[in-house]
């Protein structure tokens, strides 16, 4: 199948679900580093791509095909240079409210206890703890950590921090989560096991989540579809659907649906 196939193969909008973000013809130029004013780089070109509420989408591509950029648009960190970038049918002009972050450092704060560090939105947002001390409370149970409230940060294994991050995030209720390579630092039994964790808060809360990942394998185990980056400048060449039924488990690594969508995204991906 060509690209061009491969493109227009992507599934049709859901009558049913709106999008929630949408990149309409969108393209990101920025200034080349130690450059004159007149030299810049194409990071993204001409991207479409669109973000439906409850969906789970994954970004692959090579190493600085602009998958971060496309986070970065969505937060409002950066803006188009040209085309839109939509918000339930609006322009992007600002960062949009409801938006939880997860990156690959915990980013923790070591001088907090763990349920300290998943209220710390809550204490930016200047909303009164008390109200979200139930919810902390859940999300660490969801994720295995009940009874680790009150425990300090240098206790916690990697994958624990990683666990308490995606808390965190989640603790305000936000419309979209963004998660940026959040597990690439762990080894491959803890990222397996944060696959699990993160497909059930997923199923739990509803919360829609763009995942960026070099690991093919991590993106089709989570994601309702994937999305091929071209190396730079960036461009969705690809927007396959990942037909594997829910709820998944690891078993299903080794099943032949799972092991030919894996091939199929990695063809796809330029070297």
Excluded: Y
């Amino acid at each position: 199948m060509t690209t061009s196939e491969a493109t227009s193969a992507a599934p049709q909008e859901d009558a049913e679900a709106s999008p929630l973000f949408e990149a309409r013809d969108l393209s990101v130029r920025f200034n080349a580093p130690g450059s004159g004013k007149n030299e810049s780089v194409l990071a993204l070109d001409k991207v479409d791509w669109v973000v439906r509420k409850g969906e789970f989408v994954s970004f692959v591509g090579p190493s600085g095909c602009g998958k971060t950029t496309m986070l970065k648009l969505i937060s409002g960190i950066v803006a188009p240079t040209s085309g839109q970038l939509l918000h339930k049918g609006r322009p992007v002009d600002r960062t949009p409210s409801g938006i939880g972050m997860a990156f690959q450092d915990s980013l923790l704060l070591p001088w907090r206890n763990v349920l300290d560090n998943v209220l710390l939105p809550i204490e930016i947002l200047r909303r009164p703890k008390a109200q979200f001390l139930g919810r902390a409370e859940e999300l660490l149970e969801m994720v295995g950590l009940k009874g680790f409230e009150r425990r300090a940060v240098w206790e916690l294994s990697g994958g624990m921090r990683q666990r308490v991050s995606l808390c965190r995030a989640l603790i305000a209720n936000p419309e979209i989560l963004l998660l940026d390579e959040p597990f690439a630092a762990l080894d491959a039994f803890t990222r397996e096991d944060l696959w699990l964790v993160l497909a059930e808060l997923h199923a739990r809360t509803h919360c829609t989540m763009v995942l960026i990942t070099h690991q093919i394998n991590e993106a089709v185990f989570l994601s309702d579809r994937v999305m091929v980056v071209s190396k730079r400048p960036g461009r969705v060449i690809f927007d396959s659907p990942i037909a594997i039924s829910r709820p998944r488990r690891l078993q299903a690594v080794l099943t032949p649906e799972f092991t030919e969508q894996v091939a199929d995204l990695r063809a796809r991906i330029e070297r």
